[in-house]
C-alpha cells in the first residue's frame, strides 16, 4: 500500500493537533456544521478527504481502512505532527482505531464519534441488502439516513444530506469501503492500546448505540470514556453540533499535560 496525499483543509493555529476523519456517507464536509465554533487557539484541525471522497474521489485504492489509516499518518508526518489526536466519525472511527494498531505511540487521544467497531458491524441478510445497494440506490442512502437517526428528522434534512452522499462520493469507492468497515475485524491488534479514547454516540441512533459502545469500545481500551448525546442520532455534526463540540474538546483539553508537538 502506498500512501497518497489526501486533500485536506486546515483550521485553527493552536498547538494541539487533531486530524478529523469523516465518515460512509460524506467527505470532511461533513464537518461544516461544527467548523465556526470550534477552539482555534487551542487547537489545528486537519479535515481530510478519504479516497472516493471530495477532491480525492478520483483516487483509486483499496479502500480499507488499514490504507485509510496508512494515509492519514502520511499526512501527519508532510504536516510535521509527530504527535496528534484523532477524530473520526462512523466509519472514520474504524479509521482512527487503525492508526492505534498501526502508530499508537503518535497518538494523544482518539475520539470516535458513532464509531464503527474494530470488530466490524455483521448485519443480518435484509440489512446488508440495503446497505450494499446503497451505492446506487439514492433511496437506500435516505432510508439509512433516517433509520440511524430515529426516523426524528424532516425529510429536507434527509434530502439534503443524500444530496451531499451523493455529489461527495464516487459509487463504486462507497460500495467497496462497506466490505471494509462493516466487515473486517481487527480487535485483536488494538484490545488494551492505552491511549485516552473516547466514544461519542447518539441516543436516537439504535445502531452504534452506546450499548454497543459498552460491548466494545469500552471493553478494549484501559482508558477509554463514554459519552451519549440524548438528543443525537447517527449524525451528531449536524444534529448537536455544539454539544458534540463540548464534549470532544473538553476531552481533548485534558490531556494538556502531555508532550508538546509541533
Keep these: 500500500m502506498t500512501p497518497v496525499e489526501l486533500p485536506h483543509s486546515l483550521h485553527g493555529t493552536g498547538p494541539h493537533k487533531v486530524v478529523a ?11 461544516d456544521a461544527v467548523l465556526p465554533d470550534l477552539d482555534r487557539d487551542a487547537f489545528q484541525y486537519a479535515l481530510v478527504d478519504l479516497r472516493g471522497y471530495g477532491e480525492a474521489r ?3 485504492g483499496a479502500f ?5 489509516a496508512g494515509d492519514v499518518l502520511a499526512l501527519a508526518d508532510r504536516l510535521g505532527w509527530d504527535r496528534f489526536s484523532a477524530v473520526g466519525h462512523s466509519m472514520g472511527g474504524a479509521v482512527v482505531q487503525r492508526l492505534l494498531a498501526l502508530a499508537p505511540e503518535r ?13 466490524g458491524l455483521p448485519m443480518p441478510p435484509e440489512q446488508w441488502e440495503l446497505f450494499a445497494a446503497a451505492a446506487h440506490e439514492p433511496a437506500n442512502r435516505r432510508a439509512i439516513l433516517d433509520l440511524t437517526t430515529g426516523g426524528q428528522r424532516p425529510a429536507a434534512w ?35 492500546t492505552p491511549v485516552p479514547s473516547l466514544a461519542v454516540t447518539g441516543a436516537l441512533d439504535p445502531a452504534l448505540s452506546a450499548g454497543l459502545a459498552r460491548e ?3 471493553r478494549w481500551y484501559p482508558r477509554a470514556e463514554l459519552a451519549e448525546l440524548a438528543s443525537a442520532g447517527h ?5 448537536t453540533p455544539l454539544e458534540l463540540i463540548r ?6 483539553r485534558a490531556d494538556g499535560d502531555g508532550p508538546a508537538v509541533r
Design 58 to 60: 478520483d483516487v483509486t
Design 247 to 252: 464534549v470532544v474538546e473538553d476531552f481533548l
Design 235 to 239: 449524525y451528531a455534526m449536524d444534529e
Design 216 to 218: 466494545t469500545w469500552m
Design 158 to 192: 434527509l434530502d439534503r444530506m443524500v444530496r451531499r452522499s451523493l455529489e461527495r462520493s464516487d459509487a463504486g469507492a462507497f460500495r467497496a469501503w462497506l466490505d471494509s468497515w462493516a466487515g473486517e475485524a481487527f480487535e485483536t491488534e488494538v484490545e488494551g
Design 107 to 119: 497518538l494523544r487521544r482518539v475520539v470516535g464519534v458513532s464509531p464503527v467497531p474494530a470488530s
Design 64 to 68: 480499507t481502512t488499514a490504507e485509510a
Design 21 to 31: 476523519v469523516h465518515g460512509w456517507f460524506a467527505d470532511r464536509s461533513a464537518f
